[in-house]
């Protein structure tokens, strides 16, 4: 089946500092998205995006199908930011599941 | 802006009992799913559900599981016979067509019902 490797696996973080998450999938997909796990166990969509760029206040995302990658940026990073962040694809339009990555745990000091 | 809704937030069962967990996805959603999230690893889908009845289910979706739509609005998740490895956080999820299809269509999820088998 298909594999979603996200890196990196942990990430310490000064408030005000930026970072870029990354999502390597092993083959084609029909859908991209990414979750923000807050520490309270809720799974928030940041974004829907199977390819192209998309911006939603402090963060951005950019999926570039063809190479088989997804990266999430995020500037001047907040304590709040501070979860786990999650890319997961579907591979094709014959099957309803998305698949999850291993996921990035991202920790923001003040 | 309209969310899914999970109920109980926490249920904590002994070996062996019934569990319903119980979901109001958003209301003109159309695809139902259930994922699990054994605590510490990456959330693995159960079975998606539409025009009342299964269109996909994974491995661990076996005969122990089942899900219905009683009426309009309500999507339930019974497990039968809990075993301690049950223990997960389960979540529920809708989406208004399928997440792949041409539709620009994400999944939006609930917030979880933190399942403790004991």
């Known amino acids: 089946g298909i594999q979603v490797e996200q890196s990196p696996p942990d990430l310490i973080l000064q408030e005000g500092a930026n970072s870029t998450l990354r999502c390597n999938f092993s083959?084609?997909?029909?859908?991209l998205q990414w979750f923000h796990q807050n520490p309270w166990g809720q799974l928030i969509n940041l974004f829907y995006?199977?390819?192209g760029t998309k911006q939603n206040g402090r963060l951005s995302a950019t999926t570039v199908a063809t190479e088989r990658y997804s990266l999430l940026y995020s500037s001047s990073s907040q304590t709040t930011d501070s979860g786990v962040y999650f890319c997961a694809v579907e591979k094709s339009y014959n099957t309803d599941k998305l698949i999850f990555g291993t996921g990035t745990r991202l920790q923001v000091f003040p | 802006e309209p969310e899914v809704t999970q109920t109980p937030s926490h249920q904590v069962t002994q070996m062996g009992q019934e569990v319903i967990l119980r979901c109001v996805p958003i209301s003109n959603h159309l695809y139902f799913y259930w994922y699990r999230q054994i605590l510490g690893q990456k959330v693995e889908f159960l079975v998606s559900f539409y025009n009342n009845e299964i269109s996909e289910k994974s491995e661990i979706f076996d005969d122990q599981f089942s899900v219905e739509r009683p009426d309009g609005s309500n999507f339930t998740l019974k497990i039968r016979s809990t075993k301690l490895e049950d223990s997960a956080m389960y979540f529920c999820a809708s989406s208004e067509a399928l997440p792949g299809g041409f539709d620009n269509s994400p999944l939006h999820f609930g917030n979880g019902t933190r399942l403790t088998v004991t």
């Open positions: 995006i199977p390819s």
């Open positions: 083959d084609s997909v029909n859908n």
